[in-house]
């Protein structure tokens, strides 16, 4: 056999096997995806537990995503921090605000959406409400700075990403950060007076085309199989007539 063909089938069959493992890995992903949105569902419409059993859960397995949390407390309207979102195509801000129960936790709380328009609370002083709240919510770990997300912006309380002890620096004083929450806890819908800050837009539906992305993986790899077999069967039967 040729030199070029040696080099050609070798280039072939590497590309082959990436383009399969491609697929297989789209399949793991899948079987991830699969489990993670079976485990939100089932978590985010569980009975909710308390802050102590949320924290002994955190303690435990470093892990409470999704998991419905009943808070009370009073919240601390005036040390507000404001992390930027789009909901539904409109650009805005999610009020995350301090809560202090009873007991002495301080858990940051998103309160919901408002549209950029209400992003001072002046704006919206009939959703600051006052007195102990009963609320229920889901929790969130704290997030990650992505590498095409900006970077966050205290001095000017613009968020971009969920910076828990950032925001908790920013706001709280260091007596306060000791007894701070490690996670936050995204409220439900509920009504607010004045319609603002709006509750319940955690994402629960998360998008799943792994399957598809392994069908197209798969389906290069027989592409390439069935071009590469067709050219060197041409090759072939020229040589031969040759």
Excluded: C
């Amino acid at each position: 056999m040729r030199r070029d063909l040696i080099w050609l089938s070798t280039l072939a069959v590497a590309a082959f096997g990436v383009l399969v493992a491609l697929g297989g890995w789209q399949l793991q992903r899948l079987a991830w995806k699969d489990e993670l949105i079976t485990r939100i569902e089932a978590q985010s419409h569980a009975a909710p537990v308390s802050l102590v059993q949320a924290i002994a859960q955190w303690k435990k397995s470093q892990d409470v995503e999704y998991l419905r949390v009943r808070l009370e407390g009073r919240f601390q309207h005036a040390n507000e921090s404001h992390f930027f979102t789009v909901i539904k195509g409109t650009p805005g801000w999610r009020v995350i605000t301090p809560l202090e129960t009873p007991s002495g936790h301080l858990v940051m709380v998103d309160r919901g959406f408002v549209p950029q328009g209400l992003k001072q609370p002046e704006a919206r002083v009939a959703g600051q409400i006052n007195g102990v709240r009963k609320v229920i919510g889901l929790a969130r770990a704290p997030g990650a700075h992505g590498l095409f997300v900006p970077d966050n912006d205290a001095e000017k309380n613009s968020w971009f990403w969920r910076d828990l002890a950032g925001m908790a620096s920013s706001a709280l004083s260091a007596t306060e950060n000791e007894r701070l929450v490690p996670f936050f806890v995204e409220l439900e819908a509920a009504p607010v007076p004045g319609g603002w800050p709006r509750g319940g837009v955690t994402r629960l539906e998360l998008p799943n085309k792994h399957l598809q992305y392994a069908f197209t993986w798969f389906g290069l790899a027989a592409g390439l199989l069935a071009v590469f077999t067709m050219y060197m069967r041409g090759r072939l039967q020229r040589h031969s007539i040759t």
